[in-house]
């Protein structure tokens, strides 16, 4: 069955550390992939993409994902975290076929020390 | 920048009533999809609609749950008798041809 798996239910960092989100996949042919965020009580704010090509994207708010197809992964990195990046992250994919659904992972919840 | 709407923002119901959310996509959208999200858990697929007609549908989606594009703009999902468990966050996305979803800003449904 078709799956995205976050191993990580929270992350705490501090802010300025590096961070990265992972993020692994279960389809039969490579899906596309997103990375969503979202704030306590607000909508999934798209953060990037990835349909074919360069497999590092750039997204916004100085997010980036490298998709490894070797490893059914599409971890979603930042350099330099900011306390506003609190927030919860959901990766999902969806096939390249048929309804397009999307299947979310289970979220990983940031947390940003000052 | 086209975005998609949902209304009520927040609706309150009681336990057997009907209710229907509202959603309106992108205009020039054919892909219409609701999701849903109880609280503290991922977002769920619920449906998609595609040339108007269910294209897909979770096992979440059952009997319960209806979904109509009344008028061309619109896009609604029903639900003939709420429960408890159906209080949730319920998102609706539109998607073009790039098979890129935008989710509108969600309805928090409440049954008590």
């Known amino acids: 069955a078709q799956s995205v798996t976050q191993p990580d239910i929270h992350i705490t960092v501090s802010e300025g550390a590096s961070l990265e989100l992972r993020c692994n996949y279960s389809?039969?042919?490579?899906?596309?992939l997103f990375w969503y965020v979202q704030s306590p009580g607000q909508g999934l704010q798209l953060l990037l993409k990835y349909f074919s090509g360069d497999t590092l994207v750039q997204g916004i708010k100085g997010f980036e994902a490298e998709f490894k197809r070797s490893q059914s992964s599409f971890n979603l990195r930042k350099p330099s975290v900011h306390w506003s990046d609190a927030a919860e992250y959901f990766c999902a994919a969806c096939t390249t076929s048929g309804t397009y659904k999307y299947i979310f992972g289970t979220g990983t919840r940031l947390k940003v020390l000052a | 920048e086209p975005e998609v709407t949902q209304t009520p923002s927040h609706q309150v119901t009681q336990m057997g009533q009907e209710v229907i959310l509202r959603c309106v996509p992108i205009s020039n959208h054919l892909y219409f999809y609701w999701y849903r999200q109880i609280l503290g858990q991922k977002v769920e697929f619920l449906v998609s609609f595609y040339n108007n007609e269910i294209s897909e549908k979770s096992e979440i989606f059952d009997d319960q749950f209806s979904v109509e594009r009344p008028d061309g703009s619109n896009f609604t999902l029903k639900i003939r008798s709420t429960k408890l468990e159906d209080s949730a966050m319920y998102f609706c996305?539109?998607?073009?041809?790039?098979?890129?979803?935008?989710f509108g800003p969600g309805t928090r449904l409440t049954v008590t």
């Open positions: 389809y039969g042919a490579t899906p596309y």
């Open positions: 996305a539109s998607g073009g041809e790039t098979y890129e979803q935008y």
